[in-house]
């Protein structure tokens, strides 16, 4: 026997016990954007490399060393997209959709980071993603934050996220800030391990999202950002802040917070958990004004978020939140007899003519009622109908519940219709 080939690794497959938890997730994420009014975009998975080496920025862990990058056989660059923002920018300029308007959109799909495989991190992932252009102000920051707070709602995880947030200023304030943080790190140059040193000069902010203990000693008096911020981004980030408050919305304001990527001004924000270990950011996001013009389109502000789709399904199964969820078949059909069969397969097809969301599965394959039955069971129906040739006869059907204390029953067979109604 040859050798089996094998899935790349940190690529996954997702099979049909998750499936449903998958899809239930997607189903919310969908529903909720479009209570809001966000519409969906498709981009493709392959975008030109300088489109995310622009956008995302050289000095950055994902440009720096996480990019799927080839070149295809004409010899251009291609990369396999590790997040949706700019490739949603990209799109909205090259369609004309963004200058001048107002776009509320959304997109969900796999994205491709070369990352050390572990819990809550793969090498394809699926991001759900929430970009709003054309609007400066700070209700959409609010609005969208809101959004993501229902969506933890929607799935019952809300007690088990935190929501922090910074600002971090406008380009020029940041530029001033930047100034005085490289005087400050260059004092303690000697303590700061290799990455911030070479960090300190191409990308200082990133300095202060260091995760090792000795860095963080350095900055604890480093300057501050927000000792840079002028009156208009004071004013934004706190009208932003009384938005929520007035919502009920809970943060911690955490000055640490710069973000991964280079884009970001002004609002950033993160939803983190501690029940996913060290994986513990669920949803990233914030105001990006400049980067529709970085991509060569005309300046329109934009706000949004991405979030994980593994690390939710992870949440929701650790937290017995996928329990519940519905499985993939809700009643099945059990026929008994040569003669039965046919007509059994009849009457299926009607009761998914009358019930269209009803998800109905006929036995095949023969056998005697303890097979067909343990086949029932399997599937997770909530019932079994049961066609024998007696039932055939008197034109009934027997109904055998198979999870909860209910009797069998036996109903004529015009009320199966609405027994399923009830079901879905
Ligand atoms: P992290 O700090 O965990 O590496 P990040 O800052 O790189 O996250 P973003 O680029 O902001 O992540 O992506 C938004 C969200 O996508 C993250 O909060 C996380 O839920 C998810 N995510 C990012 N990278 C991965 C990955 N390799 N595998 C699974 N999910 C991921
Ligand atoms: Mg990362």
């Not at 969908?30 to 209570?35: F, G, L, P, W």
């Not at 973000?259 to 669920?282: C, K």
């Amino acid at each position: 026997m040859s050798k089996a080939i094998q899935a790349v690794r940190g690529m996954n497959d997702c099979l049909p016990a998750q499936t449903n938890v998958w899809q239930m997730v997607e189903e919310v994420l969908r529903r909720v954007a479009s209570n809001y009014g966000f519409a969906e975009i498709r981009m493709p998975i392959v975008e030109s490399t300088a489109l995310f080496k622009r956008s995302i920025g050289e000095v950055t862990d994902i440009v720096e060393k996480e990019m799927y990058t080839f070149d295809d056989r004409n010899g251009d660059s291609l990369t396999l997209r590790p997040e949706g923002t700019a490739s949603c920018v990209r799109a909205g300029n090259q369609h004309g959709l963004l200058y001048n308007q107002e776009q509320r959109l959304w997109y969900m799909g796999p994205m491709f980071r070369h990352e050390r495989p572990q819990k809550g991190r793969y090498r394809q992932f699926h991001q759900f993603g929430i970009e709003a252009f054309g609007i400066a102000t700070p209700d959409i920051d609010a609005e969208v934050i809101m959004l993501s707070a229902r969506l933890w709602k929607e799935l019952g995880i809300n007690e088990h996220v935190t929501l922090e947030l910074n600002s971090l200023g406008s380009n020029d304030e940041r530029n001033d800030y930047r100034d005085a943080l490289v005087a400050y790190l260059e004092l303690h140059k000697d303590k700061l391990d290799e990455d911030s040193q070479r960090r300190m000069y191409s990308n200082p902010l990133r300095v202060l999202d260091s995760k090792n203990k000795d860095v963080q000693a350095v900055l604890v008096d480093a300057p501050k950002l927000s000792d840079y911020f002028g009156d208009e981004t004071k004013q934004h980030f706190s009208t932003l802040c009384a938005r929520l408050d007035s919502a009920g919305i809970d943060y911690q304001l955490n000055d640490r917070l710069v973000r991964g990527l280079d884009y970001y001004n002004r609002t950033v924000f993160e939803w983190v958990t501690s029940s996913l270990g060290a994986q513990g950011t669920v949803c990233a996001g914030g105001r990006y004004d400049g980067l529709v013009e970085q991509l060569g389109g005309k300046g329109t502000p934009g706000f949004g978020f991405a979030l994980g789709i593994e690390r939710l399904v992870l949440m929701m199964t650790s937290l017995e939140k996928a329990d519940n969820v519905r499985a993939q078949v809700d009643a099945y059909v059990i026929m008994l007899g040569d003669d039965v069969a046919a007509k059994a397969n009849i009457l299926a097809e009607q009761w998914r003519d009358q019930v269209p969301q009803i998800r109905l599965q006929c036995h095949c394959g023969g056998g005697n009622m303890k097979k067909q039955m343990k086949r029932a069971d399997k599937s997770g129906a909530q019932i079994a109908l049961i066609l024998g040739e007696d039932e055939l006869a008197n034109n009934t059907i027997t109904v055998k519940y198979l999870r909860g204390q209910h009797e069998q029953q036996s109903l004529p067979i015009e009320e199966i219709a609405s027994l399923l109604t009830d079901l879905v």
